[in-house]
């Protein structure tokens, strides 16, 4: 009877070190290559970069959770936001057509802020801090990355 306990516990560690692996529990999926800002009259335009450290299979959707920006004077939160594909780089690979995130491959993804009125934008300090998620096939809500970097202003086109 202890032998079948000690092979039972020896299988229970086993499989929760294979699991926690590819969850990203002991680093990151993806490495956030850079996060830069555009600014418009009416939107900011955050660009994220991202590069997988591991492939990523049978992917439906990618976004951010618990976003925090920090404008000079305000700091403003959402539970939730939407990325959006961006194929302007060669080694851009289109999501809808691989569903997965390959490896060593550069994901440039992209989200609008268009709620500006009050916002001190005479200054490229700004922070942004984020998880990065994938919904899979199998599984939603899979935290992959971390974004908490100074955003550099790319360009300012107001």
Same mark, same amino acid.
């Given at each position: 009877?202890?032998?079948?306990? +000690?092979?039972? +516990? ?17 680093? !990151? !999926? ?12 009416? *939107? #900011?335009?955050?660009?994220?970069? @991202? ?13 951010? =959770?618990?976003?925090? +920006? ?8 959402? #539970?939730?936001?939407? @990325?959006? %594909? ?6 851009? +690979? ?8 390959? =490896? #060593?491959?550069?994901?440039? @993804? *992209? *989200?609008? %802020? ?9 200054? $490229?300090? %700004?922070?942004? =801090? ?9 599984? $939603? ?8 970097? #100074?955003? =550099?202003? @790319?360009?300012?086109?107001?």
């Amino acid at each position: 009877m202890r032998k079948i306990v +000690i092979i039972l +516990i020896i299988a229970l560690v086993a499989s929760l070190s294979v699991a926690s692996v590819s969850a990203g529990w002991f680093g !990151d !999926d993806v490495n956030v290559k850079e996060v830069g800002l555009e600014q418009f009259p009416q *939107f #900011d335009k955050f660009t994220i970069v @991202l590069v997988p450290t591991t492939d990523i299979d049978h992917v439906n959707d990618v976004y951010l =959770k618990n976003v925090e +920006i920090k404008y000079p004077d305000q700091t403003y939160k959402w #539970d939730t936001v939407n @990325l959006a %594909y961006h194929n302007s780089d060669a080694d851009n +690979i289109v999501l809808d057509q691989a569903n997965s995130l390959l =490896k #060593d491959y550069q994901y440039e @993804l *992209f *989200f609008k %802020y268009t709620n500006i009125g009050n916002i001190n934008r005479n200054t $490229d300090s %700004y922070h942004i =801090k984020a998880d990065v998620v994938v919904d899979t096939t199998t599984q $939603d809500g899979v935290v992959v990355g971390h974004i908490d970097t #100074d955003t =550099k202003l @790319l360009r300012n086109r107001m």
